[in-house]
C-alpha cells in the first residue's frame, strides 16, 4: 500500500489477490487477479501494485525488481492477460 500511495497515481485501494503467495496451488487468488485485470475497462489506466511471485501465474514470468510490466486484457472464456511492454527501472 505504500508504495503503490507513494507512486501518486490516483485512489489506492487493496485487493487480496495482489498479495504475495508463492504457492503456485492458490486457485482462488489467481482466479481474482485475472478477473480484475481482464475485467478492466477504464476511465484511466489500471496500476496494479504486487510482487513477482504474484504476477507469475498470470503473465508466466517473474519481473525483475522495480520492472513495470503493460498487459493487455484478455477477457473471455480465459481471463487474463498478454504483455505488450516492459518498462526496467532507472538506473
Known amino acids: 500500500m505504500d508504495t503503490a500511495s ?7 485501494e487493496s485487493s487480496w489477490a495482489l498479495l504475495p503467495d508463492r504457492d503456485p496451488n492458490a486457485p482462488i487468488r489467481l482466479r481474482e ?8 475497462r477504464g476511465p484511466g489506466t489500471l ?17 525483475d525488481q522495480a520492472e513495470t510490466v503493460v498487459l493487455r486484457p484478455t477477457p473471455g472464456i480465459e481471463p ?9 527501472p532507472p538506473q
Not at 487477479?33 to 478492466?40: D, F, G, M, R, T
Not at 496500476?47 to 519481473?63: A, D, E, Y
Open 47 to 63: 496500476v496494479l501494485v504486487t510482487h513477482g511471485f504474484t504476477i507469475r501465474p498470470l503473465i508466466g514470468i517473474i519481473p
Open 80 to 88: 487474463g492477460a498478454h504483455i505488450v511492454g516492459r518498462i526496467t
Open 33 to 40: 487477479l485475472k478477473e480484475i485485470v481482464s475485467n478492466w
Open 6 to 12: 507513494l507512486m501518486a497515481v490516483g485512489q489506492v
